[in-house]
């Protein structure tokens, strides 16, 4: 069993920035990744960014040069920094954590960026 737990979520100008983390606790393997994924309003959920146990990234097109994923493998933790944030950055923000063919999610945290 995985928990994760969103936060940081909330309402930003455009332009602005935020900083995304997400918790795990559990029975967590130590080797794994983590990563972001996001629905806005009339889309699909899409995957933001990720980030395995050695620190190797990978991000979509749309948030690359602006997003920045990074973790703390002693507090388990996985944070998502968000600059120059856009409009079409509004949705919901899940927390993905996968290991040994198994993937868990958060509950999500809204970030809504508007003036």
């Known amino acids: 069993q995985v928990q994760l737990v969103e936060s940081g979520g909330g309402l930003v100008q455009p332009g602005g920035s935020l900083r995304l983390s997400c918790a795990a606790s559990?029975?967590?393997?130590?080797?794994?990744?983590m990563g972001w994924y996001r629905q806005g309003p009339g889309n699909q959920r899409e995957w933001v960014a990720d980030i395995n146990s050695g620190g190797n990234t990978n991000y979509a097109d749309s948030v690359k040069g602006r997003f920045t994923i990074f973790r703390d493998n002693a507090k388990n933790t996985v944070y998502l920094q968000m600059n120059s944030l856009k409009p079409e950055d509004t949705a919901v923000y899940y927390c993905c954590l996968s290991s040994r063919g198994m993937d868990y999610w958060g509950k999500g945290t809204l970030v809504t960026v508007s003036s």
């Open positions: 559990g029975s967590i393997f130590s080797i794994n990744v």
